[in-house]
């Protein structure tokens, strides 16, 4: 497997999924750009920098500072193989709860972020007629639950723009896939990863037990992610590549379920549906 190194470019590196795909990355001996926000904290968690790895402290939300993170890989690598969009933070809380502050930030990140990722390598991708682009979203953007509306709303985004930009960028040697994994076990509902909403309304008690049940599954979650870094690492190897891409037993069964609910609603409300449409002549 990948008997030619790539370069990969990946956002949100210093833990979680990030973490665990630099590291194997790096040991399978393919070149690494890795961003964080902090980049003292991704050299403590990756190691040094080196002819293989390029640490880079990076502000998603900065178009100048993303723009200048994928020029200095192209300089030092030559090309761009992979750009992965990892980096992100869950938002718990209900519509009313959240703040516009709270929510704008939430899709800053989540999806602005990712979508300056895109709009600054695609340049590069372009002009090499080749590259894949792995736009990590969750299982809450495909099937959401209680209490995290925000943060699907912030994944369904991903699911939706990647989608397009598969159609959009093909005819350039592209590929893309959006990945929803389920419940793994990473620091991804630790206070570094997860904000609650700061004014909780008491009457929202479906919202409240919601988040306890997921503060409940820390260190608990099913998906191991190294298993989910190298199913990665596999994906990016394949020449006709899925645009979607489900991680985790969790996040498949949510996904079947997802399914059969829209069926089932779109199929029991057909002649309502059909009933809009002007007479046929």
Known sequence: MMDTPKVWFITGASKGL??????????????????????????????????????????LTDESSVANALDKTHRSFRRIDVVVNNAGYGIGGSIEELTDEETRQGFEVNVFGSLNVIRHALPYL?????????????????????????????????????????????????????????????????????VLAQKPID????????????????????????????????????????????L?????????NKLDVLNQTFTSHEALTKSTDFPQS
Do not use: C
């Open 18 to 59: 990030g973490l665990s795909l630099v590291k194997q990355l790096l040991a399978n001996g393919q070149f690494v750009a890795a961003t964080s926000r902090r980049q003292d904290e991704l050299l403590q968690a990756a190691g040094p920098a080196s002819d293989h790895f390029l640490p880079l402290q990076v502000d």
């Open 126 to 194: 372009r002009a090499q007629q080749s590259g894949h682009i792995i736009n990590i979203s969750s299982i809450a953007g495909i099937s959401a639950s209680s209490g995290w509306a925000i943060y699907a709303a912030t994944k369904f985004a991903m699911v939706g723009f990647s989608e397009v930009l598969a159609d959009d960028v093909k005819e350039f040697g592209i590929k893309v896939t959006v990945v929803a994994p389920g419940a793994f076990r990473t620091r991804f509902l630790s206070s570094d990863s997860l």
């Open 203 to 246: 009457a929202y008690t479906s919202v409240r037990a919601s988040h306890a049940k997921y503060k409940q599954m820390d260190g608990e979650q099913a998906g191991d992610p190294e298993k989910a870094a190298d199913a990665l690492i596999r994906l990016a190897d394949e020449a006709n590549p899925p645009v979607y891409l489900l």
């Open 248 to 256: 985790g037993s969790d996040a498949y069964r949510r996904a079947m």
